[in-house]
T-cell receptor
Framework: KQEVTQIPAALSVPEGENLVLNCSFT??????LQWFRQDPGKGLTSLLL?????REQTSGRLNASLDKSSGRSTLYIAASQPGDSATYLC????????FGQGTTLQVKP | DTGVSQDPRHKITKRGQNVTFRCDPI?????LYWYRQTLGQGPEFLTY????????KSRLLSDRFSAERPKGSFSTLEIQRTEQGDSAMYLC??????????????FGSGTRLTVV
């Protein structure tokens, strides 16, 4: 059974810091891995999609990596801003989506 | 196309009433998913459609829940005889597929249900 774990569960940093969110999954048989952002009481916004054949994707200040063999993905956020404060969800696609519990990020001005 | 649309955004209902939610996916996406999310938890899979066919249904979906996608476009999720435990955010997502492979999911803003 596929399980997705995110560490840390919560993170608070001062503005401007670079930070890394970690995601691990138990079964390497995945189609892709997607990072989402969720603001309180809102839906999910897709940040980055990494297909199983890819190693990383970049969008602006965000970079996501995927290592299928070790069952790990990281989301790197450069020069964090208060507007980055949200819950970040790592989601593995096995034919249906398996969600991690999320990392709640607070960036303090 | 402005993405995945869900209606209504919020619904407050009395216990025992029936409610229906609607989801309009991105037009070229053939797969449509329903998820439920309670406070502080990640979304839980409920069911999904490939075009108009309902391919999988979670055991979380009791017989009070029914979903349809009659023409392979929009979908409805109905909850009969609502209970307080049904209070949650109901999320819809769609994705384009080729064969068995998905190419990324787009979520709607959700419908927040409160059963009083």
């Amino acid at each position: 059974k596929q399980e997705v774990t995110q560490i840390p569960a919560a993170l608070s940093v001062p503005e401007g810091e670079n930070l890394v969110l970690n995601c691990s999954f138990t079964d390497s048989a995945i189609y892709n891995l997607q990072w989402f952002r969720q603001d309180p009481g809102k839906g999910l916004t897709s940040l980055l999609l990494i297909q199983s054949s890819q190693r990383e994707q970049t969008s602006g200040r965000l970079n996501a990596s995927l290592d299928k063999s070790s069952g790990r993905s990281t989301l790197y956020i450069a020069a964090s801003q208060p507007g980055d404060s949200a819950t970040y969800l790592c989601v593995v696609d096995t034919g249906k989506l398996i969600f991690g519990q999320g990392t709640t990020l607070q960036v303090k001005p | 196309d402005t993405g995945v649309s869900q209606d209504p955004r919020h619904k407050i209902t009395k216990r025992g009433q029936n409610v229906t939610f609607r989801c309009d996916p991105i037009s070229e996406h053939n797969r449509l998913y329903w998820y439920r999310q309670t406070l502080g938890q990640g979304p839980e899979f409920l069911t999904y459609f490939q075009n108009e066919a309902q391919l999988e249904k979670s055991r979380l979906l009791s017989d009070r829940f029914s979903a349809e996608r009659p023409k392979g476009s929009f979908s409805t999720l109905e909850i009969q005889r609502t209970e307080q435990g049904d209070s949650a955010m109901y999320l819809c997502a769609s994705s384009p597929t080729r064969g068995d492979r998905n190419y990324g999911y787009t979520f709607g803003s959700g419908t927040r249900l409160t059963v009083v």
